[in-house]
T-cell receptor, first 115, second 112 residues
Framework: DTGVSQNPRHKITKRGQNVTFRCDPI?????LYWYRQTLGQGPEFLTY????????KSRLLSDRFSAERPKGSFSTLEIQRTEQGDSAMYLC?????????????FGPGTRLTVL | GENVEQHPSTLSVQEGDSAVIKCTYS??????FPWYKQELGKGPQLIID?????GEKKDQRIAVTLNKTAKHFSLHITETQPEDSAVYFC???????????FGTGTRLTIIP
C-alpha cells in the first residue's frame, strides 16, 4: 500500500507524559500536513511542511507541541506534558504540489487518549 | 480566518433516494472546496472537489455545486446505496495545497 501511514494507531498515556507520533507520507509528496480531530468535529489544521521547511503553524499548536520533518520525508509530532484536552485523533496528510495544485491525501490517524 | 458551517449534522435517507448536504464559508479568498468521506476508524477520503471557476462538477452519482456570490456549496448524492453511509465533511481553502478549514460533518445513514 502506498498511502499515508501513521504510527502508532492508538496511544494511551497519563497526564504529564510526553508522546511522539510518526507520519510517513506518500512517496515523493513534498507537502505534509498535521490536523487534529476531536469527537464529533471536523479536522482542525495544526501545521504543514514544504519539504523540510515548516511553513505555517496554527494558534492551536501551543508551545507543548513540536513538529519536525527532517530530510523532507517522514514527520514527527511531539506533545510534551500531555493534558486531558490533548485527547483527539491526530491526522496526517500529504500532497504533491506542482504549480500550485495538489489534493491532500489523509492517513488513518493516531488516536491519543490522555488519562 | 475562514469559517465553514455545514448542515445537517445527521441525515437519514431511504436506499435509492438522494441526499443533499450544504455548506457555507466566510472567506471570499477561498477558491477550493473539497468533500471528504470518513468511515469509522479511517482518515478522511477525498470524494470530489470543485474550484471557484466552476459552478458544478459531477462524478457518477456524486455532484457538487458552488455559488460564490452566496458563499455556499452543496454535495448531492443520487441513487444512494448502503455503502454511502459515513460521515461527510466539506472544507474550504485558498488552494488544494493550502490548509483546509473543515465543516463539522454530516452523519449520513442509508436505510435499506
Amino acid at each position: 500500500d502506498t498511502g499515508v501511514s501513521q504510527n502508532p494507531r492508538h496511544k494511551i498515556t497519563k497526564r504529564g507524559q510526553n508522546v511522539t507520533f510518526r507520519c510517513d507520507p506518500i512517496s515523493e509528496h513534498n507537502r505534509l500536513y498535521w490536523y487534529r480531530q476531536t469527537l464529533g468535529q471536523g479536522p482542525e489544521f495544526l501545521t504543514y511542511f514544504q519539504n523540510e521547511a515548516q511553513l505555517e503553524k496554527s494558534r492551536l499548536l501551543s508551545d507543548r507541541f513540536s513538529a519536525e520533518r527532517p530530510k523532507g520525508s517522514f514527520s514527527t509530532l511531539e506533545i510534551q506534558r500531555t493534558e486531558q484536552g490533548d485527547s483527539a485523533m491526530y491526522l496526517c496528510a500529504s500532497s504533491l504540489v506542482l504549480a500550485g495544485d495538489g489534493e491532500q491525501f489523509f492517513g488513518p490517524g493516531t488516536r491519543l487518549t490522555v488519562l | 480566518g475562514e469559517n465553514v458551517e455545514q448542515h445537517p449534522s445527521t441525515l437519514s435517507v431511504q436506499e435509492g433516494d438522494s441526499a443533499v448536504i450544504k455548506c457555507t464559508y466566510s472567506d471570499s479568498a477561498s477558491n477550493y472546496f473539497p468533500w471528504y468521506k470518513q468511515e469509522l476508524g479511517k482518515g478522511p477520503q477525498l470524494i470530489i472537489d470543485i474550484r471557484s471557476n466552476v459552478g458544478e462538477k459531477k462524478d457518477q452519482r456524486i455532484a457538487v455545486t458552488l455559488n460564490k456570490t452566496a458563499k455556499h456549496f452543496s454535495l448531492h448524492i443520487t441513487e444512494t446505496q448502503p455503502e454511502d453511509s459515513a460521515v461527510y465533511f466539506c472544507a474550504a481553502s485558498r488552494g488544494p495545497d493550502e490548509k483546509l478549514t473543515f465543516g463539522t460533518g454530516t452523519r449520513l445513514t442509508i436505510i435499506p
